[in-house]
């Protein structure tokens, strides 16, 4: 069985703050894919990164970057210098090798962020 | 590209009554699947297809809920008859293998009275 737990269900931070958002996973697969989505106000669900299982490496993208430990099965995704345009409700999700039709997704984690 | 294509954006319908919602995939797209989000239990997979065919329907709260992809470009969700706790968003994506990212429609805001 997969399951995805996000633990912070909503942070608030001032702009320019850096906000970390936690992801901790559970599968038996040894192939799986981690994945971060966003959900601003309006309610579309954003792709914002897709990391393989044999890969390890951080990766940054602008302001966004994440954390991948397998050893912690944790997926962390941190905000730097947060914006109000960051207010939205993040989710992680997992896809295992075992379902590839099947994305699990966390619980979300609300993110405020105010001026 | 146009995107995956829900209808309608919005649906409210009164209880005992047909729902259909409907969806069009990214065109050579091979996966596509329906969620549902509620407050109370956040974004759940109700169904996927691959290749239009239905691989999983594990999620499917109930024989009332039906869904059908007749061909590569169009797939429904069907709720008969509708309850007011079937009022929630409900999401269509396709991905174009297994494992890839998921491309989501808007939505669909189903409202039961």
């Known amino acids: 069985a997969q399951k995805v737990t996000q633990a912070q269900t909503e942070i608030s931070v001032v702009e320019k703050e850096d906000v970390t958002l936690d992801c901790v996973y559970e599968?038996?697969?040894?192939?799986?894919?981690l994945f971060w989505y966003k959900q601003p106000p309006s309610g579309e669900l954003v792709f914002l990164i897709r990391?393989?299982?044999?890969?390890?490496q951080n990766e940054i993208s602008g302001r966004y970057s994440w954390n991948f430990q397998k050893s912690t099965s944790s997926f962390n995704f941190t905000i730097t210098a947060s914006q109000v345009v960051d207010s939205a409700v993040y989710f992680c999700a997992l896809i295992g090798a075992d379902s590839w039709g099947k994305l699990q997704f966390g619980a979300g984690t609300q993110v405020v962020v105010t001026p | 590209d146009a995107g995956v294509i829900q209808s309608p954006r919005h649906e409210v319908t009164e209880m005992g009554q047909e729902v259909t919602l409907r969806c069009k995939p990214i065109?050579?797209?091979?996966?596509l699947f329906w969620y549902r989000q509620t407050m109370m239990r956040g974004l759940e997979l109700l169904i996927y297809f691959n290749n239009n065919v239905p691989i999983d329907d594990s999620g499917m709260p109930e024989d009332r809920f039906s869904a059908k992809m007749p061909n590569a470009s169009f797939s429904t969700l069907k709720i008969q008859p509708s309850e007011p706790r079937d009022s929630a968003v409900y999401f269509c994506?396709?991905?174009?293998?297994?494992?890839?990212?998921?491309?989501f429609g808007s939505g669909t805001q189903l409202s039961v009275l």
């Open positions: 990391r393989n299982s044999f890969d390890e």
């Open positions: 994506a396709s991905s174009l293998r297994g494992g890839e990212k998921l491309f």
């Open positions: 065109s050579g797209h091979d996966y």
């Open positions: 599968t038996r697969d040894t192939t799986y894919y």
